[in-house]
């Protein structure tokens, strides 16, 4: 027996995948600490009191909660960023051929999407915002890679739990999107004939639900209505007001019914975000509590969704809405630099006073991330030729027995999260650009299918990763 070391490719496989993950957070690195966006304060804080907000689920702060153990930021940065590299490298081992050197594959994709898109910008963020890609990745593998081991799939599973709660619009579009498989599977048997779907696909749906019933009995434990979401009808109220929707049913029905908006119809924003979050805004001005207002214009709003005419008007202008929001793509949305007064600097200097002095030197805090006018252009640049390059290798990704769901579930993902924000809350640019990486995700997928990306790719003298 030679008494030379044998080398663990488990070990040489972390270490890689822990280079990977600085490399997609880098940002932060860059910026002198995480970045952070004004919901970001909510967050820390709920992670610290574990007492969920009206506006949002407690997912999130859950998992920061986890990961960091109430001592640093930092950490919360690193696990993003090392699920992303995971989560890809899982993604290329099962779409790849075996000649392919993985790793090269890997460093050449995360490469592109850290220089080419919005992803480490969002990484590199004390957001939620970057586990929507990761969920569409997440159903993928549990779909189609059975040979992952039970370890990696109970830890998929997990974390599709966890992720999905970590904000309203992923239970929308993660039931959107399994009732719309079921639907293709039964309507066309030869769709989705692959081993174990049906159970797959009950056990999404499992979690799913799982997932609602846990965040309304957390509510409910404090003191909210034991409900999802308890400031739903807040948040459709105020994207009722654009279009003069709402404005336009107050007029016609506030003679004979007392809705509690009716003293504040003149007053109603066209800009949804006014409705909610301006200074003495309408929604204060009804309740100091987002929990109180909800309750008092669930009647207004359920009354209104039950007429045909506005029905039909909200409708068309949810289309509308959907439409505009595929073509919002901004990297770097909403990185002003949250000073003494807002909302993160108030949560770090409160939860995390050790770590102020270095927010307070970050690139953000000192404004730097102003002018990002070229890393849009190339963002956007990125987007046209993904569009370009799918259309292109149309006929090869969709030979291909894996890409033939990827790819369209990767497109797919990007329109229901356009869809669902833009109908149920607004037209924002962050709310998009979250999830817009994937199309450049999915042309660089598509283009390991032709013959330059085979050439390039493959090696005969290495084997996969």
Known sequence: MSNAKVRNPRWGHLLYLIGASFLIGALAFFNRYPLVFSDSGTYIREAFLLEPPPDRPIGYSLIIR?????????????????????LLWE?????????????????????????????????????????TPMIALIIYLLLRAPELGL?????????????????????AMAALLLVGMATLRLVRKSWFAWPRFWPNLGGMALVLVSGVAFIAWFNGQNGM??????????????????NRLLTDFLDEHCADRDYALCPYKDELPMIPGNFIWAENSIST???????????????????LLSEPKYLGRFLRSNLVASIIQLFQVNAVSGLSPYELGSAPYREVADRLPWELSTYNSSMQANGAWWDTGFSNRVVQLAMLLALFVLVWTRSA????????????????????????????????????????????????????????????????????G
């Not at 799939?153 to 619009?169: D, K, M, Q, V, Y």
């Not at 990007?414 to 990486?437: E, F, G, H, I, P």
């Open 66 to 86: 986890a990961v960091t153990w109430e001592s640093t930021l930092w950490t919360v940065v690193l696990f993003q960023a090392f699920m992303l590299a995971w």
């Open 91 to 131: 993604t290329l081992r099962k779409v790849l051929p075996p000649k392919v050197v993985l790793w090269r594959a890997h460093l050449i994709l995360t490469l592109v999407l850290v220089l080419c898109t919005s992803m480490p910008w969002y990484a590199a963020q004390i957001m939620p915002d970057i586990f």
């Open 151 to 171: 370890m990696k799939r109970g830890f998929l599973w997990t974390c599709l739990f966890f992720f999905l709660i970590t904000h309203n619009a992923h239970v």
């Open 225 to 242: 209505r034991p409900v999802f979401s308890p400031g739903a009808n807040v948040f459709l109220s105020a994207r009722l007001c654009e």
């Open 285 to 303: 001005r009804l309740a100091p509590k987002m929990t109180v207002a909800d309750s008092l214009l669930a009647p207004m709003v359920h009354d």
């Open 397 to 464: 990704w969709k030979a291909h027995p894996q890409l033939r769901l990827l790819v369209p579930l990767l497109l797919i993902w990007v329109v229901l999260n356009a869809v669902v924000t833009a109908s149920l809350a607004n037209v924002y640019d962050r709310l998009q650009s979250r999830v817009a990486w994937l199309m450049v995700l999915a042309a660089c997928l598509a283009i390991t299918q032709t013959a330059w990306g085979r050439r390039y790719l493959e090696k005969p003298d290495f084997r996969a």
